[in-house]
């Protein structure tokens, strides 16, 4: 799989997003072994645009790290200063999951906290049981929905 190129408008762009990043990868003494590259493709799956340090001295190994990491994986290479390499891919689309059909409004439970009235006692926490059509107010009251009014103009 190529690496991506970028121009460089959206490499000066990411460069400014990364500023701020930690380095979420670490290659230590071994290189780049296939677990780290396992870790960085993860850490490219949740981030999209990530930094990775490299505790080496050698420069050109660290050249050849981040060339082997983008041509893997598929990355852009953004950024090589010092000892960090800023890596981005796009983040893949999630799949929306679909609603269950044989889902209702079941019961469920829900914490409240009753405050005293004089403001003295601690407030005292209690587990309400709502319905699939009631709603809690800014209050502490349980309230039905109400029914949905339609129009009755004809169509």
């Known amino acids: 799989m190529p690496a991506i190129q970028?121009?460089?408008?959206?490499?000066?762009?990411?460069?400014?997003?990364?500023?701020?990043?930690?380095?979420?990868?670490?290659?230590?003494?071994?290189g780049l072994t296939p677990a780290v590259i396992k870790e960085t493709d993860s850490a490219l799956k949740a981030h999209g645009l990530i930094k990775v340090r490299v505790l080496g001295d050698d420069r050109a190994a660290r050249e050849a790290i981040f060339a082997q990491?983008?041509?893997?994986?598929?990355?852009?290479?953004?950024?090589?200063i010092g000892k960090l390499l800023v890596l981005w891919r796009p983040l893949p689309e999630k799949e929306a999951a679909e609603p269950r059909q044989d889902r209702g409004g079941g019961p469920r439970e829900v914490k409240l906290l009753k405050f005293s009235k004089s403001g003295l006692r601690r407030p005292e926490v209690l587990k309400v049981q709502v319905m699939g059509n009631q709603r809690i107010t800014a209050g502490g009251l349980i309230?039905?929905?109400?029914?949905?009014?339609?129009?009755?103009?004809p169509a």
């Open 69 to 80: 990491l983008c041509e893997e994986l598929s990355a852009a290479p953004i950024q090589h």
């Open 143 to 153: 309230k039905r929905a109400k029914k949905r009014v339609t129009s009755k103009k």
């Open 6 to 30: 970028l121009t460089t408008a959206e490499r000066r762009a990411f460069r400014a997003d990364a500023h701020h990043l930690d380095p979420v990868v670490m290659i230590g003494g071994d």
